[in-house]
């Protein structure tokens, strides 16, 4: 809902730097703007009055022709995304399990105002890593102070893959759904890929399966912080900061390691250091050694990705649920598009390895970068294609 701009300060102190977030009208309603301006103003007003080392001062906020502003420390860094993105793996545990312990500490802060303020959009996009190697917490647009009494929030906003499941509207969020949004942080800096929606039926799959250097008394943590049931989740984050401790003192205790024969190691092509034969990650530099790669959709927004699901049983059916007939498909494309996307729309297989897209025959067709697939005929996809089924956009990825 607005652009950030670096800029200098011309009086009383020529030269300091400081980011400015200036609120844009994303709509021509009246009606929106004002509600994104009473977003906005609620943002500023939460920071003006909020002092603490993980997260950025507000010092002003004024309206200006039409538009809102506000002026804020400006952060030296990249968002923990913008790292993962860079690192092109998993994140190694230990500077992970540092930079959460300060994200439970900024949480147990805003937890203990009076009334209490929940985040309620944390992500690795939301998590900035200062040159320093402290961590920022940013963008409070959808913050809000718990209100006793009140059976659930007035506007259930969130990123999809990190928003528990009494976000969707069915509940009033509090601080357990941060912790909840704090463990599926941590699940996609470590594992790499975001987890799935809370809403969607089964257990979640831990992520040792599908990184399996994340160590056992980290994947707890997660797990236990992304409970479906609030009340077995952490009840506050300072008690999730003592058990991320705990991980880090267990990865700093000396374990007795029995004797690997040498034809079962090799050495590592970045660092050379010896990794054990099977291995995906070195367990010392962390770099991806092969092995086989997940796939997964992003559904995309008009912003980008809006959330992604991975691609955990093939063959995986993508389509329209319908309950009369019998129809769940693994992908459920009947929020988005409930006239052109089929019942049984298309379909992903696997064929020698490789992920392939089927059109089951479908009313208004398949397409994969611009070109509509013929019914029933194997497409085999590539990490960065482009689908889309009835008006719903989809990106094919692969992740290690």
Not at 259 to 269: F, T, Y
Request: aromatic share 6%; net charge positive; charged share 20%.
């Amino acid at each position: 809902m607005a652009l950030v701009y670096r800029v200098e300060e011309t009086h009383p102190r020529p030269g300091q730097i400081w980011a400015l977030k200036e609120l844009r009208p994303a709509s021509s309603s009246s009606e929106e703007q004002a509600d994104a301006r009473r977003q906005f103003s609620q943002e500023a007003g939460l920071l003006a009055r909020l002092d603490h080392p993980h997260l950025p001062k507000v010092v002003d906020y004024f309206d200006e022709s039409g538009r809102s502003y506000l002026v804020m420390e400006f952060i030296e860094g990249q968002s923990l995304e913008k790292h993962l993105e860079a690192a092109g793996r998993p994140l190694p545990e230990k500077p992970v399990l540092h930079w959460m312990i300060q994200v439970c500490q900024v949480l147990d802060y805003l937890h203990g105002q009076e009334p209490p303020i929940i985040f309620r959009d944390l992500k690795p996009s939301n998590i900035m890593l200062c040159n320093t190697g402290a961590i920022k917490l940013i963008d409070f647009g959808i913050a809000r102070t718990y209100k006793v009494g009140k059976k659930k929030d007035t506007v259930a906003m969130g990123s999809e893959n990190y928003a528990p499941p009494e976000q969707w509207g069915r509940e009033q969020t509090d601080a357990r759904s941060d912790i909840y949004a704090l463990g599926a942080t941590m699940y996609h800096l470590l594992a790499g890929s975001p987890p799935p929606l809370s809403c969607l039926p089964g257990p979640l799959s831990p992520p040792r399966s599908i990184n399996p250097l994340v160590s056992p008394p980290s994947e707890q943590v997660i797990l236990k912080a992304m409970a479906k049931d609030r009340g077995d989740r952490y009840p506050t984050a300072k008690e999730m900061a003592a058990a991320l401790a705990g991980c880090l003192a267990s990865l700093a205790v000396p374990t007795t390691v029995q004797p690997v024969p040498a034809i079962r190691e090799r050495p590592c092509p970045s660092c050379t250091r010896p990794i054990r034969q099977g291995a995906r990650f070195c367990g010392y530099c962390g770099a991806h050694l092969g092995g086989p790669l997940q796939g997964v959709l992003q559904v995309l927004g008009s912003s980008g990705t809006g959330w992604e699901m991975p691609l955990s049983k093939i063959p995986f059916l993508i389509g329209r649920k319908s309950v009369v007939d019998g129809i769940h498909p693994d992908l459920d494309l009947s929020y988005y598009d409930t006239r052109f996307v089929s019942r049984c729309h298309a379909q992903i297989s696997q064929q020698g390895g490789e992920y392939v897209l089927i059109d089951l025959g479908s009313a208004n067709g398949t397409f994969v970068n611009g070109t509509r697939l013929s019914p029933h005929t194997p497409q085999v996809l590539r990490s960065g294609d482009r689908i889309i089924i009835g008006r719903v956009h989809l990106m094919f990825r692969l992740i290690v």
